[in-house]
């Protein structure tokens, strides 16, 4: 679990050999990364208070709950 504060951006940096594919379907925010290799970051913004579940779509077992105060 991640807290933030509204108007925060997270960079999604990946530092692993293979690809990663970070989204979240969460009403707070609904974004699609798409997939990256080893050495690549892609950031998202977060507007407003609540809570977003990011997943990533190629490890299911990858999950991250943010709270944005």
Do not use: R
Request: net charge negative.
């Amino acid at each position: 679990k991640l807290a933030i504060k509204a108007g925060d951006t997270i960079s999604f940096m990946n530092d692993d050999p293979w690809f990663h594919n970070i989204f979240s379907l969460s009403e707070l925010k609904t974004f699609d990364l798409g997939s990256y290799p080893k050495g690549q970051s892609k950031s998202v913004t977060f507007e407003k208070p609540g809570q977003a579940d990011i997943e990533c779509a190629i490890h299911p077992q990858m999950l991250l709950k943010v709270e944005v105060k």
